[in-house]
C-alpha cells in the first residue's frame, strides 16, 4: 500500500485548532479559514504538500512504489474523504475495504463513509474540517 499523508504534517497547529471546534459553528468556520488560507500559501511548495490538481509539476513529488505484479488482483486509488473509513474514523481494515469494493464498488464504500460521518454530524467523535469531504474511489480488479 502507498499512502501520501504529507497534507497532514502541514501546519499542525493551525488543523488543531479547527478540529476543537465542533462543525458548522462560528468559531470553527474562522478557524478553518484561517487554516485553508494557510494550506494554499503551503501548497505545491518543498515546505508544504503536493497537489496535482493544482499543478503539473506536482507529480515530479509524487510518492510511488512498486510490487510484482503477481501479488496484484485488485489496485484501488481513494482521496481521503474516501479513505478516512480507515485512517482517521478507524470503522474497517483495508481488507474490509477491498472486500466491500469487489461487492458493491466505489458508490458502496462511498455510502458507507457517508454512514459514519452520520453518526457524529458535528465532528465531536472525529475532529475534522467539516462535516463530509469530498470522497472519489477508483477501482479495478483482474
Known sequence: MITDLRVDEVLPELRA???QYETHTPEHKEALQR???????????????????????????AIVGSTPMEDVHAAAV???????????YRMTTWPE??????????????DAVRKV???????????RYKSGDDASVAFCQW
Open 78 to 88: 481513494l482521496s481521503d474523504g474516501a479513505s478516512r473509513l480507515v485512517t482517521e
Open 35 to 61: 487554516f485553508v488560507a494557510a494550506q494554499r500559501q503551503a501548497r505545491n511548495t518543498p515546505a508544504g504538500y503536493w497537489v496535482a490538481a493544482a499543478g503539473q509539476e506536482a507529480a515530479d513529488h
Open 117 to 127: 460521518e452520520a453518526t457524529d454530524p458535528t465532528g465531536r467523535r472525529w475532529p
Open 97 to 110: 475495504v477491498f472486500a466491500t469494493l469487489r461487492a458493491g464498488g466505489p458508490h458502496e464504500l462511498i
Open 17 to 19: 485548532e479547527v478540529e
